[in-house]
């Protein structure tokens, strides 16, 4: 072996490893910051146990803290904006993927700018700009208008009282801030569908929609739910935006136009001023927050491998 | 006899680029036509006017008249959901959707049909043995359509196209894909489709040709230069040109 060839596989190796120690860099990250805030927010769970989930009050003057309006608030803001957001994201993707090369440009573009906009900046134009027109057309129009704060199943969505700040605005504010994450995965995924696979769907007698529909969102729906994941990863974890227009109170939500609170913007809201057993409640929402993350993303995984033969994937 | 398809002064554009110059065929029912000729000489671009798929792309665009049953279908008035139901279409490389066997033959039924579970199960059945593969998946009907050969995959797709009812069949080189064996196979099952359907095929390969078509079509820089029965054309073409193809002096 010449002393070029061994030079060379000395820089392969380091190389391999400087690979390995990167990967399991973030692996151990991952671990790193369960084990942290399991350890920071001990005092709670020792305290409370199992009660600080499916407990509702959060009071500090007498030191009870329970998680659940925080998780409510987290969870219901997250599932209207995905109930807003996908449709919305699927229709510009599909037109996007399929526009004139000019606005099809043009309009690509603007989602990735989209994407690029801060959340702070969401929050103030969501706080002087969606709240008011909420409270004076959106939320009155669905409640009165529509009449459906009087039916008994959508009471819950459409409540009687309303301020405009609450679930419902931060679930559309988060809709608007998630959309050109799930828009631009979904028009690259329906790029990448093979040409004569929907000419094949066309060949048969399929509308647009039906093409779109049964075959180009079946063939990309691995790589969709990937873009449909990182969307609703950061409508759970999202802080700023929310904070300004949910209202921040500790309570059960009665209906989507309550004034709530979701874990992130709790802990944002509490955590400077929080000592002793609130911090380590605090420490347990984060926890909370990390794990549903965490366990979404497992669900998604495990779903989509099990449903992957039927979907006609040969893996 | 009038023809079922016939294309009258035909000539296509890709933005300005002239791809068909004044085609003119006369496809007969119930036969087996050809059509050969060397690389971009417009033979899919000939086929694909005829259930308007190029329709999906911008800056193509068609000229002339082509008549379905003495019908003009390049009209406004053609409903061409309908036209793609009557003329099924078989591409390059198989494209079984993404879901099951079962499922690929089933959708378009479901697409065209108002049908019972009983009858969709059983015009699944007749479609998939009209395409000689329900021997082979009758087991694993649930199980995807992508786990197939290529082969397999294939015939799946003409079922699909069978499904349909269409009263004419295209294929654009239906076997360039395909491995020999398999490809034989398609080829007996062109020979008994003709029985039901009229067949159009575009192939490379001109003992193929010659195997399985009534009818020959020899294309050459977007002209039909020659059209005649398969035998004449492959043992006494008129043209210089056709005879220059089919020994292999070009193309």
């Known amino acids: ?315 | 006899m009038q023809a079922k398809i016939e294309a009258r002064d035909i000539c296509f554009y890709y933005g300005d680029h002239q791809a068909l110059f004044n085609n003119f065929l006369s496809v007969e029912k119930n036969k087996i036509t050809a059509v050969i000729g060397p690389s971009g000489c417009g033979k899919s671009t000939h086929l694909r006017i005829y259930n308007r798929i190029f329709e999906l792309y911008r800056n193509q665009r068609v000229t002339g008249k082509l008549l379905l049953d003495g019908v003009d279908i390049l009209g406004p008035d053609t409903d061409i959901l309908e036209l793609r139901r009557r003329i099924g279409m078989i591409f390059q490389k198989p494209t079984p959707f993404p879901m099951s066997v079962f499922d690929n033959v089933a959708y378009p039924l479901r697409l065209h049909f108002k049908l019972s579970r009983s009858e969709i199960a059983d015009r699944v059945e007749d479609a998939l043995k009209s395409a000689s593969i329900w021997d082979e998946v009758k087991d694993k009907l649930s199980s995807s359509g992508l786990a197939l050969s290529g082969g397999q995959q294939q015939r799946l797709c003409i079922a699909r196209a069978i499904a349909a009812e269409p009263e004419v069949i295209l294929m654009d080189e239906p076997t360039s894909a395909i491995d020999p064996v398999a490809t034989l196979k398609i080829e007996e099952l062109m020979v008994e489709l003709r029985k039901r359907f009229t067949v159009m095929i575009v192939t490379h390969n001109m003992q193929q040709a010659a195997r399985i078509s009534d009818y020959t079509a020899f294309f050459h820089k977007g002209e039909i230069v020659e059209y005649n029965d398969t035998k004449t054309i492959f043992t006494n073409p008129k043209c210089k040109k056709t005879e220059d193809y089919i020994t292999g002096r070009f193309g």
Not at chain 1, 29 to 51: C, D, H, P, R, T
Not at chain 1, 221 to 232: A, E, K, N, Q
């Open chain 1, 1 to 315: 072996m010449n002393a070029v060839w061994a030079k060379k596989n000395l820089t392969d190796s380091v190389f391999r490893m400087l690979c390995v120690c990167c990967a399991g860099f973030t692996g151990l990250l991952m671990l790193a910051f369960f084990v942290q805030l399991y350890v920071e927010s001990y005092g709670a769970w020792e305290k409370f146990g199992i009660n600080f989930i499916i407990s509702s009050e959060w009071d500090p003057s007498r030191d009870v803290y329970g998680a659940l309006p925080g998780i409510v608030g987290t969870l219901s803001t997250t599932a209207i904006a995905l109930v807003i957001a996908l449709p919305l994201s699927f229709a510009a993707a599909m037109y996007l993927s399929d526009a004139a090369p000019l606005p099809g440009a043009v309009l690509s573009h603007a989602v990735d700018l989209l994407a690029a906009i801060p959340s702070v900046i969401y929050g103030m134009w969501g706080l002087f700009l969606v709240t008011p027109v909420m409270q004076d057309y959106v939320q009155p129009f669905f409640s009165e208008t529509l009449g459906l704060s009087q039916v008994p199943g959508l009471r819950l969505i459409f409540g009687p009282d309303y301020n405009g700040f609450g679930i419902f605005t931060a679930g559309v504010i988060l809709a608007l801030m998630i959309m050109p994450y799930i828009c631009a995965v979904m028009r690259d995924v329906f790029r990448m569908t093979p040409p004569m696979l929907r000419e094949s769907a066309y060949g048969i007698g399929c509308t647009r929609w039906e093409t779109a529909r049964d075959v180009v969102l079946r063939y990309g729906i691995r790589g969709i739910l990937g873009g449909v994941f990182i969307g609703l990863g950061r409508a759970l974890g999202e802080t700023m935006a929310v904070l300004f227009v949910i209202g921040n109170v500790m309570e059960m939500p009665e209906t989507s136009y309550s004034g709530a609170t979701t874990i992130a913007s709790a802990i944002a809201n509490n955590f400077s001023e929080a000592t002793g057993m609130q911090r380590s409640a605090l420490f347990a929402l984060g926890f909370i927050l990390l794990a549903m993350s965490f366990g979404i993303q497992v669900l998604a995984q495990y779903y989509l491998h099990a449903t992957g033969a039927k979907r006609g994937e040969s893996r």
